[in-house]
C-alpha cells in the first residue's frame, strides 16, 4: 500500500505556478506533520514548508517564504502545497515527508521516516 504519494509537478516557465498534492493513506495522515521537501541535482534535500495535520500551524523555510503555500484536506488525507512566482532555482524533485514527534522539529530530510516518490518540479527561465 502507497503511503505517500506526490503529484502535480511539471515544467513552467519562470513566473508560473503548480499545486503539488501529497495524497496520504489515512494511518499516515494521522502522523504529527507533513513536510515537503525539495532536491535541486547535485544539492541536498532542503525542507521548505511543514504542516501539522491536527493543529494546522504551519512554518515556511525562509528561501520559500511569500511564494509558497501548504495547506491541507483533512477529508481527503491530503496536503498541497502551491508554489507561485516560480525561479530556475526552484528546479528540483519535491517530496512529502510524514512523521512525529522530533522529527516534526527538523527540517533535516533524515530526521523523517516515511517519504514518497516525489514529483519534479522544472522551470525554465
Known amino acids: 500500500q502507497v503511503q505517500l504519494a506526490e503529484s502535480g509537478g511539471g515544467s513552467v516557465q519562470a513566473g508560473g505556478s503548480l499545486r503539488l498534492t501529497c495524497a496520504a493513506s489515512a494511518s499516515m495522515y494521522l502522523q504529527s506533520c507533513v513536510t515537503w521537501f525539495r532536491q535541486a541535482p547535485g544539492k541536498e534535500r532542503e525542507g521548505v514548508a511543514r504542516?501539522?495535520?491536527?493543529?494546522?500551524?504551519?512554518y515556511y523555510a525562509d528561501s520559500v517564504k511569500g511564494r509558497f503555500t501548504i495547506s491541507k484536506d483533512d477529508a481527503k488525507n491530503t496536503v498541497y502545497l502551491q508554489v507561485n512566482s516560480l525561479k530556475p532555482e526552484d528546479t528540483a524533485m519535491y517530496y512529502c515527508?510524514?512523521?512525529?514527534?522530533?522529527?516534526?522539529?527538523?527540517?533535516?530530510?533524515?530526521?523523517?521516516?516515511?517519504w514518497g516518490k516525489g514529483t519534479r518540479v522544472t522551470v525554465s527561465s
Open positions: 515527508a510524514a512523521d512525529r514527534g522530533s522529527a516534526c522539529g527538523s527540517w533535516y530530510a533524515s530526521a523523517y521516516k516515511n
Open positions: 504542516i501539522y495535520t491536527t493543529s494546522g500551524i504551519i
